[in-house]
Every structure is written in structure tokens, then in C-alpha cells.
């Protein structure tokens, strides 16, 4: 350990080797995404259960902006016999999968896991911790410079914080699910997030821009070129994407089209030393978009229409009785945009789509009865203790 309380390559390797022979460590990263297109991890928060230290738990800070060398923490995070205990971790993992080129995987998510246990499914770190440890977090460094050097004694206390109870809520946490038996649920929900990055296609980015879908097929094609140089050119400055060419301007030009610099001069919210420094490109991208075939305004799938909202509420009526029956955060079942699909499939007598709320767990719990309303061979009524069954239709 350093003089200021920040990990070396010694102590990685130690509590590397700890988590190894204890089988799972908790973690957590602090990171700086403004004025950057990717995020920048600036130190990450590593939790061992140790019995040689007073309170059970041994806790290292690394700097990764210095010089300890991470890699046999990189190391462990793949490997499968190590359980990986994170709160909320999706950003997380998708950072340590790029910083340290190595796969998350055995995820233990204790934000995930709340959601099984009748919290929230946006259950933040320091109530959870309140509601089933009964200790407090301090918050007193949640908003802070973590790319300045040095870190604070603040910083370190805070940072530590976040770590300290993580695998104390774990383990309890995973004493509730299995007396519920849905643990293996919440771990099936966990191996979703291995996949999690934080990379962007700049061939799709276009689909992302305010109104693209208004575009007409050329001018979407045109948006595509502009948005995917927009993205390699904010990737290779490290820079926000906003802060090459701001949406409204990308749409406008996709939109007019314009073939020389008077052109880009008409176009608001690009300034003149924007055109200076990168007109040339404007105009390349322009003119392959424009050179591409166009992309046809293809009928929205799934897109629901204005008589199926009647059955969307239902069919989010019950999965909130059926989430509420089973103890679940309702948000785990389902999004509006995942029903208003399943929906219009029905509808259309379209197969299934792919999605997760008829896969795995939630058909288990939800899916046939989810199928059977929609096919109109099951109602919904209220019942005698008023709530919601389901019934045979008359």
C-alpha cells in the first residue's frame, strides 16, 4: 500500500489471491465520462473477505491511472469459479471489459437480486444497504473529480464505502432467495450483463438522432454517413460526440444536403471554425451518403397502434399481480415497449417475438397466462379478496 492509501502490484496480487481461495470477490469502479466519448476509469474498489483483518473484509483501492499493475485482478474477473459481486454493475463491467480486456463473468448484481427479493429493481446502493443491513453509507464524495490526482482522504473513505457492506448484502440477499426459491432466477438475470459494453457501432449510430425516422430514404442514408463519421471522429478525439456536430445540425444537413462550404453556412448550429476545420468532411460524408443507396422507411415492427391499448393494460394488469404474488419488482417482468410488441404480435398473429419477458423465468411465470389472454382464452376478473384471476371466458 502506497502513502496514500492506494493499492501497489503487491497488494493486487495478494488480494487477487485471496478472492481466489475465498471464491468471489465484491467490486466497483469510479469513472469520469464528462468531456469524453468513452468513460475513463479512474479507480476501482476491490472487497475480499479476509478473517486476518478486524472486520472480516479486506478492501484495496486501485489507481488505475497509476502504476499498479491490475492484471491478475483482470484474471480472476473471467474466471468462472470466482463469484463477482457488483451493485448496479452494468456500467461497471462494460468498463473493466475495455480498461483491463477482460471478460465479467459469475455476476452477482445485488441491484438485480433486490428486485427478486421484493425491492425495487432500481434499488441505489446506500438504501439497500439501510434497509437490509441496517448501516448507513456516506454520501459526502458521490459527485466528485475522480480524475484528479491526488484523491482526497474524502474520496478514499467514500470510495471504500462502496465496498464495504457488498458482500455482508450478498450473502443475505442470497439467504432470502433461496428461502423464496428464486435464486437461480436472479442469477439467470445476472448473465445478462456479461455481455455489457460500452462500444457504439457507427453504422447504426444514425438510428439514434432525433427524428431519423421523419427522414426520407436518401436523407437516411446521408444521416448514416454523417453519423458514423461523427462517431469515429468523437472516438479518435476523445471527445463527446455533441461537441463534433450536434444532432439538430447532423439532421438538417442529412436533410438538405448541401454540396459545398456556402451550403454548410446555411445550416444553424454549426459554427463558422467548425466549418473551417471540418467542412471538407461534412461534404465527403455527404456526398457517400449520397452515393449509397438509400435506406427505405421500413413499417415499424411491433409498433403498436391506438386499439391496443385497451389490451396493453391488461396485459400489464397481470403481470403486476402475478410480479406482486411472487415478490418480484414488476420492472424484471416487463418494459411498455416489450408489451406494446408482444401485443401487436398477437394482433397481427405473428409469431412471438424474441424478447426476454417470454424467455427463461418470466415464461415460467408469466408467459402462458400472458399467451392465453391475449389468444382471448382466459379473462380477467376481480376476485373475492379483491385481486385480480383469471378466468375461462363465458
Known sequence: MDARGLADSDDVVQVASLAAARGR??????????????????????????????????????????????????????DPAVEVVLHAGRQDVAILHRAWRTLVTSIFDTQIAAGFAGASAQAGY???????????VGKSASYTRWDARPLSAEQLRYAAEDVVHLLALADELQRRLRESSRLDWAREECLRLQGATDERDP???????????????????????????????????????????????????AKRQPSDQRGLEQIRGIHPSGIRRRGDALLAAIGKGLQAPPI?????????????????????ALLRARSQEAGLAYELLASRGELERIVAAARRGEPEPELRTLTGWRRELVGA??????AGRSTIAVGPDRRLVLGSPG
Do not use: K
Request: negative net charge.
Open 25 to 78: 470477490l465484491g467490486i466497483d469502479t469510479e469513472f469520469m465520462s464528462e468531456g469524453r466519448y468513452r468513460a475513463l476509469l479512474c479507480l476501482v474498489q476491490v472487497a475480499v473477505e479476509d478473517p486476518e483483518v478486524p472486520d472480516g473484509t479486506r478492501i484495496v483501492l486501485i489507481d488505475s491511472l497509476g502504476d499498479a499493475d491490475a492484471s491478475p485482478l483482470a484474471r480472476l474477473l473471467a
Open 126 to 136: 446506500g438504501n439497500l444497504i439501510a434497509q437490509v443491513l441496517g448501516h448507513q
Open 203 to 253: 453504422e447504426t449510430a444514425w438510428e439514434r438522432l432525433p427524428r431519423a425516422s421523419s427522414l426520407d430514404p436518401r436523407a437516411r442514408a446521408v444521416a448514416r454517413e454523417l453519423a458514423a463519421w461523427r462517431e469515429r471522429t468523437a472516438s479518435r478525439e476523445d471527445r463527446p460526440v455533441g461537441s463534433v456536430l450536434a444532432d439538430p445540425a447532423l439532421v438538417e444537413l
Open 296 to 316: 427505405p422507411r421500413e413499417q415499424a415492427r411491433g409498433r403498436s397502434e391506438l386499439g391496443d391499448a385497451p389490451l396493453i393494460a391488461l396485459a400489464e
Open 369 to 374: 397466462d400472458l399467451r392465453d389472454l391475449l
